[in-house]
């Protein structure tokens, strides 16, 4: 329970803290809004950094390399815990948006943030303007800001993280009308961290793996139409092989 509470403590204290330092992130942006951009992501990194630490995870990251660094992409990754989303931002070599559900947006002072890195906020009920969503990550792909999706839809709650809810094709548009490359992201046992047994913060060892950028272009226009499934299948063949590793080491 102390890991949890002091999280929640230094969640507050940085929510609180932000506001006269979005006042100079707004100033630095009407003259350098690249500055801003790359302010914006360093502390908010930091900030990811201290709940990591907080939380004492026990991260293991492999093929980080394997992330093209001289072009956006698209991160496509699976998704169990809010602590993914805090572990691999935390890694972010660039500018980078994820795509979140509708009800962040209406969090104070954090959605002022996440508006600040580029992130737009999902209505999975609407579809036309899921579809608006869609258009507006390609936009950002195209002006040299990476995205990250958790294509399932949802936190996925079954007993292992290979057994993952289907992934949206609509998501992989953002890749195949732009050409970025698409890494896929496995993360193992993030939810033990923290959504297996609510409200307890747990140290426990978190592997993450970047596999290898998948180029829409070099890929026939049939299999851009399922590409979701192969990303899909690279991923749970990575998160077996990873949950083999950590089940190995207990």
């Known amino acids: 329970m102390l ?8 969640v507050v204290v940085f929510l609180i803290l932000s506001i006269p330092v979005f006042l100079a992130e707004w100033i630095i942006g009407k003259r350098n809004p690249r500055l801003r951009d790359m302010s914006s ?19 293991t990251v492999i093929g980080e390399e394997r992330v093209p660094k001289d072009t956006p ?7 169990r815990s809010y602590f993914d989303i805090v572990l691999t931002y935390a ?22 943030w996440m508006k600040f890195l580029y992130c737009l ?3 999975r009920k609407d579809i036309k303007q899921g579809m608006k969503t869609i258009l507006t990550a390609i936009d950002q792909i195209q002006n040299g800001i990476s995205m990250m999706i958790f294509p399932e839809g949802t936190r996925g709650s079954a007993a292992t993280e290979a057994e993952m809810l ?5 998501s992989f548009k953002i890749a195949t009308k732009t050409g970025c ?15 297996d047994h609510l409200p307890w913060v747990k140290a426990v060892p978190v ?12 890929l026939s226009r049939e299999e851009q139409k399922f590409i979701g499934r192969r990303v899909q299948e690279q991923i749970r063949e990575t998160l077996e092989k990873n949950r083999r590793v950590l089940e190995k080491k207990a």
């Open 121 to 123: 906020f999902l209505d």
């Open 166 to 170: 289907p992934f949206h094709e609509g």
């Open 73 to 79: 992409v698209l991160y496509i990754g699976n998704h």
């Open 41 to 59: 992501l360093r502390i908010v990194q930091w900030a990811f950094r201290v709940i990591i630490r907080l939380a004492g995870i026990r991260l």
């Open 91 to 112: 890694r972010c070599p660039g500018r980078t948006g994820y795509i979140a559900k509708k009800e962040m947006e209406k969090i104070p002072l954090l959605s002022r």
């Open 181 to 195: 490359p698409i890494v896929p992201v496995s993360i193992v046992n993030s939810s033990s961290v923290f959504e």
């Open 3 to 10: 890991r949890f509470l002091l999280i929640v403590l230094f």
């Open 207 to 218: 592997i993450i793996e970047y596999g290898e950028p998948i180029c829409p272009g070099s």
